[in-house]
């Protein structure tokens, strides 16, 4: 067995061990149930992943295998709600319910959108956060840019008339295409977890992310007096090969949190949280006091 089967046999024995000894909980929120899971060591911080705009939270699986040494780690898939705000009431009912005292966030891409709606509307229930290749909302960003959400409102309309099967075929195109541009050492293994992500959701699911983030950019909009009382709690990661997010729109961010650590890499895809996890469990480690991660 050469080394790129044993890291892809490695990633599979992982998963298979992440999907059979995670807790798999439910919350009640506005009448409805909503599932979340749990990893990792018991009575310790708590920390939330938010996912990116797949919505699904499973290839966040290898990184939770290694923060459940210190953290209890808590995660979700995107349910199919209508708004930024109402996603961030259902997560704080969840931490809540689950955590002790205030929890760390962990925000990747379009996670980190979810996070600082969380933060601005639930201050209370977080110490730390990290927001790694993503973006903000603000009136600065939106007047150079032009109204993206205009834009986004359009591609809404556009995808919700699709029907299911063609939009999950669209949905799947679109992961492959990301994972190729990012280089992923094990992409067969990558697409195929996304592709099980995508295939266990429901149209409305599949559409939720794009009308949570057409929400973020219409309804939400920060400045650098929003955060003040956390900024110094916050560690912000981008890099400038990360195409996702244009040079304006990750200046934007920095902006918003003036008083933020920044990493900036130079060569870091989009996912490099995924491609490169040991690097971002050092900064993890290194960011929130008191942790030490031994990293596989």
Excluded at 21 to 49: C, E, F, M, P
Excluded at 161 to 181: D, N, Q, V
Excluded at 227 to 252: G, Y
């Amino acid at each position: 067995m050469n080394r790129d089967e044993h890291t892809a046999t490695t990633l599979a024995t992982r998963l298979e061990e992440y999907r059979t000894k995670r807790v798999v909980k439910n919350i009640l929120y506005q009448d409805k149930s909503y599932t979340y899971h749990v990893w990792g060591t018991k009575n310790r911080d708590a920390i939330l992943l938010l996912p990116g705009g797949s919505g699904t939270s499973e290839p966040f699986f290898d990184l939770m295998y290694q923060l459940g040494e210190k953290f209890r780690c808590i995660t979700l898939d995107y349910p199919a709600l209508e708004t930024m705000s109402e996603l961030a009431e259902m997560i704080a009912t969840m931490v809540k319910a689950e955590a002790l005292g205030r929890i760390h966030l962990l925000g990747q891409s379009m996670g980190g959108m979810v996070a600082q709606v969380l933060l601005n509307e639930h201050p209370d229930l977080v110490d730390r956060i990290i927001l790694c290749h993503t973006t903000t909302s603000s009136e600065k960003l939106n007047i150079i840019q032009g109204n993206t959400a205009t834009d986004k409102e359009k591609d809404l309309r556009l995808i919700q008339k699709l029907p299911h099967w063609l939009l999950r075929a669209a949905t799947r195109f679109m992961m492959s295409k990301t994972i190729r541009e990012n280089n992923l050492t094990e992409a067969k293994f990558w697409r195929r977890l996304f592709r099980d992500g995508m295939d266990r959701r429901s149209k409305a699911e599949l559409i939720a992310p794009i009308r949570l983030i057409t929400d973020f950019l219409k309804n939400h909009s920060f400045d650098k007096d929003t955060f003040k009382s956390i900024a110094a709690r916050t560690l912000i990661i981008d890099s400038a090969e990360d195409k996702s997010f244009t040079a304006f729109e990750k200046q934007a961010l920095c902006e918003v949190f003036p008083n933020a650590q920044t990493i900036h890499f130079e060569e870091m895809p989009h996912l490099g949280l995924i491609e490169h996890r040991d690097q971002y469990l050092k900064l993890i480690e290194e960011f929130i006091p008191g942790v030490e991660l031994d990293v596989l």
